[in-house]
């Protein structure tokens, strides 16, 4: 039985060869946050109109980065993947590492029974939410957050403040998003544009103005100018500095917002 994986190709059910170096995950995180988590997210479980790597089917029949390798090296145009040739053999091996343990990670969640990830310090949880972390400047424990621990699983919980556009496509394909990044291009000559942000690319940058119309914009270098705002910039901000003890307080702290 075949399927087809988030690259485009076919890729048999069965070859899920998915062996890596537990030592090469945190560097290949490293690499894999800057250049794919635009549309994979930093923990690869799906992001701004990219799929979940961890269910995914090519990832799952690679062998040891030899067919991830081809496919970062020379991208997929044609499904809005771009090439990054840039990236070193010993690169692609740490990215297939981390990716191989997202779908391990990701098997072992569904087979087994929720743990119990409440184990932090919910008085240090909302410290970290009112201090270093941040939080308290765009959330309200008595505002948009009020009553999220009734609607939300503490998994799912989690899953939101470390993954934010995992559960959704954040504004692919137009319609009002807050959460949508906007992207506003201004060209050589006449006046600016703005909209939500499609895709982007070093070649051209596409977006949906205020109008609902699709447009997109050749690039050449630095021109025209674009500017890209995104409104989860923090979140992914946060999982930078972010360490296990303040997730786990975090986590602590937000299923008490009943």
């Known amino acids: 039985m075949a399927a087809a994986c988030l690259f485009g190709a076919v890729v048999p059910a069965s070859a ?14 490293e690499v894999f946050g800057p250049a794919c ?22 990832v799952m029949g690679d062998d040891h980065g030899k067919q991830l390798g081809e496919i970062i090296k020379n991208g997929r145009p044609n499904n809005g993947m771009p090439a990054f040739p840039d990236i070193t053999p010993a690169q692609v091996s740490d990215m297939a590492s981390f990716l191989h343990e997202r779908v391990e990670a990701a098997r072992n969640r569904e087979s087994a029974t ?17 201090g270093a972390g941040k939080c308290s400047a765009c959330h309200s424990a008595t505002g948009d957050l009020q009553g999220i621990a009734a609607k939300y699983e503490p998994v799912a919980l989690q899953d939101r403040f470390l993954s934010p556009r995992a559960g959704g496509r ?25 909209g939500t942000l499609m ?20 690039r050449d270098g630095d021109v ?30 937000l299923v008490t917002l009943k």
């Open 16 to 29: 899920q060869k998915g062996t890596y170096d537990p030592a090469a995950v945190p560097r290949g995180k």
């Open 37 to 58: 988590g635009f549309c994979h997210g930093l923990t690869a479980r799906g992001g701004d109109g990219g799929p979940d790597l961890a269910r995914s089917l090519f």
């Open 114 to 130: 929720p743990p119990n990830i409440i184990v932090g310090d919910a008085k240090a949880g909302l410290a970290y939410f009112n």
């Open 170 to 194: 954040g504004g692919r394909g137009g319609g009002q998003n807050r959460t949508a990044k906007t992207v506003k291009v201004t060209p050589a000559t006449g006046p600016a544009v703005t």
């Open 199 to 218: 895709s982007v690319s070093d070649f051209a940058v596409t977006m949906r103005d205020s109008e609902g119309n699709r447009r997109t914009f050749t």
């Open 224 to 253: 025209p100018k674009v500017e890209i705002t995104d409104p989860l910039q923090a979140h992914y901000d946060l999982l930078r500095r972010i360490t296990d003890a303040d997730i786990h307080n975090l986590t602590a702290y």
